[in-house]
């Protein structure tokens, strides 16, 4: 949905065919990335109590038209999929649900029970990715591939280490759209962090015998 355009008159052709598809008995699933600063959908905002969207009445004396800025806006029941949450219990509950459905539709030779949702690795992974979805799809495709190709035929943090997440690549994604996400960088397996090595103490150093003072 962020990819049109509506200066374009392509887009706007594809927009109203998607208006004359919601006047038919069907439901339409619609994706698209930060839709409510899109311009498709006019300054909504969720209201706090509700949690609903709320599309604010058209401002008299602005078209020849009025209901029709509206017309397309008005149709929609907008579904937030925000990153998971690895703050809360049922946020971490419910990102290992999410790895435990991925886990059960790898097919590495070596893969176990666990591989994705016990010990370090559901940290490790959320810390890669901070819990969107499609950086996580990503990071676990290449990384299977990665084990494949190295016939280590399983995901582990220091395999995942070495596996880089490369979106720039994927040549139906658009910059503009928000569809180039910023990517963690630099994040090492468990155990592996960088720290700062503490000096030796060399108090008890043995420096050899002082030479005597000159009487």
């Not at 930060?34 to 969207?53: A, C, E």
């Not at 029709?68 to 029941?77: G, H, L, V």
């Not at 579904?79 to 949450?85: A, S």
Request: proline letters at 6%; a negative charge.
């Amino acid at each position: 949905m962020t990819r049109l355009r509506l200066h374009r008159a392509d887009d706007q052709d594809t927009l109203d065919l998607i208006r004359e598809l919601m006047d038919l008995n069907v439901t339409l699933v619609l994706i698209g990335v930060d839709i409510p600063r899109s311009g498709l959908l006019r300054g909504v905002y969720i209201d706090p109590r509700t949690k609903q969207w709320v599309f604010p009445d058209v401002r008299r004396g602005k078209s020849h038209n009025e209901a029709a800025s509206t017309q397309t806006e008005r149709r929609f029941d907008m579904v937030d999929l925000d990153p998971f949450d690895y703050t809360t219990p049922a946020g971490i509950t419910a990102f290992q649900d999410h790895l435990a459905g991925i886990e059960d539709q790898l097919r590495l030779f070596y893969s176990f029970e666990g591989m994705l949702t016990t010990g370090e690795m559901p940290e490790y992974l959320y810390r890669r990715t901070h819990g969107i979805v499609g950086l996580l799809r990503r990071l676990i495709e290449d990384g299977c591939t990665e084990a494949i190709t190295s016939r280590e035929e399983r995901l582990t943090p220091e395999l995942l280490a070495r596996t880089a997440i490369r979106l720039g690549n994927l040549a139906d994604l658009d910059p503009e759209a928000g569809e180039i996400l910023e990517i963690p960088q630099d994040v090492q397996p468990p155990g592996k962090e960088k720290s700062r090595k503490r000096p030796r103490n060399t108090v008890y150093d043995d420096h050899g015998q002082r030479p005597a003072a000159d009487g």
